[in-house]
């Protein structure tokens, strides 16, 4: 056994596109998620937990900053922090931590650059000293990586091209993927991230980011897990609800109300099937990752984050991927595993955010909190699981040509566009599945009114986070 560091090495599995239903722990009724629930047993399982943007970059970037979209002013998939953003890694790196990324991490535009290692000075100013970046399956057509030179030297790289090509040409396709296992993007990033922690030095602790590209479309689970799972016993999806008779007509068609065309019930289930195989596989990596730390003697003091950006529609309302504050897409997995520290085999219900995560990590830690962070530390909930967290919790995309900014409540959701125009509300208690939209409805007016003022105060309270900093 290795001697045990001041501080914990940590471990931060971010799965991309992963709803919060879909694992074991959760209580999905197939899906093969061993390594997780092994991680949700041996810790903090927390089942409200939000992100605060369901699109890749900006929720990526406000986990690392504290901040939300609105604050850092990253609001799709393009753009950067500036250099000396504050974030939580180069928090840990300036604690001493040796920190690495591994895999699609996402938080810088790579249409600008031929080759992804011409961004590595930029993430070495957000805190990371080792740097194995890969873009997704379409970034990947248009910038190379080191996965991609890895394709090249096995001959695989025009094989991955058309096989790409052919998904983006048909978003709904659902086949197997072109490549073993070992080949698989999913593959390379599980590989990788053992082969960092094998060679780790062993004289201070390590942090490393483990961003994996699935269960992220395109539906390309490989090998056994594109047949693990029969479409004909996938969960059916949530319906498309029916317009009320009280929903004003500028309302009714906003994007988030419109289905995917030719999205039948079939394809749905199919996709379904792939989405639960490519959960699966990252599982199985998860695993092999946290075998390594095992041989090094590190996974006693391990402390692993376990999350995902943002959800899935898969079929719910009608709909594939997320751009949209449905709860398919709005709520996602979080994990917390520190023996000793966080309780085990504990579910906690509180309202979460995904940038409360770095502000209990630098608390448990003992290390100052980053300067910008709107954060709230979980660490009150590790003693008191059942205690109070957030009265509400915020997420904003840009979608349909709009700012968009949602606030949610135990009971209430409201989403309301740049224009000051409500388009969504939701009773969560009495309607979860969110087919009653309650907006224009007069008996619910008082209740817009209340959910408009709640979050135009959170919006206020959190606007001005950047004019006491120098950057």
């Excluded at 093969?32 to 949700?40: E, F, G, Q, R």
């Excluded at 740097?131 to 190379?144: A, V």
């Excluded at 960092?196 to 699935?214: E, H, K, Q, Y």
Aim: glycine fraction near 8%; charge should be negative.
């Amino acid at each position: 056994m290795a001697q045990a560091q001041e501080r914990p090495h940590i471990l931060i599995l971010t799965a991309d596109q992963l709803r919060a239903d879909s694992m074991g722990c959760a209580g999905h009724p197939r899906v093969k998620t061993p390594v997780i629930d092994s991680l949700a047993n041996d810790g903090m399982r927390f089942s409200n937990c939000h992100t605060v943007s369901p699109v890749c970059q900006p929720s990526r970037v406000s986990f690392i900053t504290g901040t939300y979209p609105h604050n850092h002013g990253i609001w799709y998939n393009r753009g950067e922090l500036p250099i000396n953003y504050p974030t939580l890694f180069s928090q840990l790196r300036d604690a001493g931590y040796h920190t690495a990324t591994v895999g699609k991490s996402h938080l810088w535009s790579h249409k600008k650059v031929s080759h992804l290692r011409e961004g590595e000075p930029y993430l070495q100013a957000l805190g990371f000293d080792v740097i194995d970046e890969l873009g997704g399956p379409r970034g990947s057509l248009n910038s190379d990586s080191y996965f991609t030179d890895y394709l090249r030297e096995k001959d695989l790289f025009e094989l991955f091209v058309s096989d790409t090509r052919e998904r983006v040409r048909d978003p709904k396709l659902v086949k197997p993927a072109a490549f073993e296992e070992d080949d698989h993007m999913d593959g390379y990033v599980g590989r990788r991230s053992v082969e960092f922690v094998d060679s780790a030095p062993g004289d201070r602790p390590t942090c490393l980011f483990v961003n994996f590209p699935g269960p992220h479309d395109p539906w390309d689970a490989p090998g056994k897990y594109a047949t693990m799972y029969d479409p004909a016993d996938s969960p059916p999806a949530i319906g498309v609800p029916p317009r009320p008779a009280t929903l004003p007509d500028e309302v009714a068609q906003k994007e988030d109300f419109k289905t995917e065309p030719g999205l039948t019930a079939e394809i749905a289930a199919a996709i379904r099937a792939n989405y639960d195989g490519k959960i699966t596989f990252v599982d199985h990596w998860c695993g092999e990752i946290l075998a390594a730390y095992e041989r090094r003697g590190w996974l006693d003091d391990l402390c692993v984050v376990f999350w995902s950006d943002h959800g899935e529609m898969t079929g719910d309302h009608g709909r594939v991927f997320k751009r949209t504050f449905h709860e398919s897409a709005l709520r996602v997995p979080l994990i917390l595993r520190w023996p000793g520290r966080i309780p085990s085999g504990t579910v906690c219900d509180a309202l979460v955010e995904t940038i409360d995560v770095g502000p209990a990590l630098l608390e448990a830690l003992g290390l100052d909190q980053l300067q910008m962070s709107l954060g709230q530390s979980l660490g009150h909930l590790f003693a008191e699981p059942t205690a109070h967290h957030r009265t509400e919790v915020l997420s904003e995309i840009f979608y349909g040509g709009s700012r968009n900014t949602m606030v949610k409540t135990e009971r209430y959701k409201y989403v309301m566009d740049q224009h000051g125009r409500g388009y969504m509300l939701y009773d969560m208690q009495q309607d979860p599945d969110e087919q009653h939209n309650l907006i224009g409805d007069p008996e619910h007016r008082d209740t817009e009114n209340e959910m408009r003022d709640t979050l135009l105060r959170r919006l206020a309270a959190s606007a001005f986070v950047m004019d006491s900093v120098n950057l």
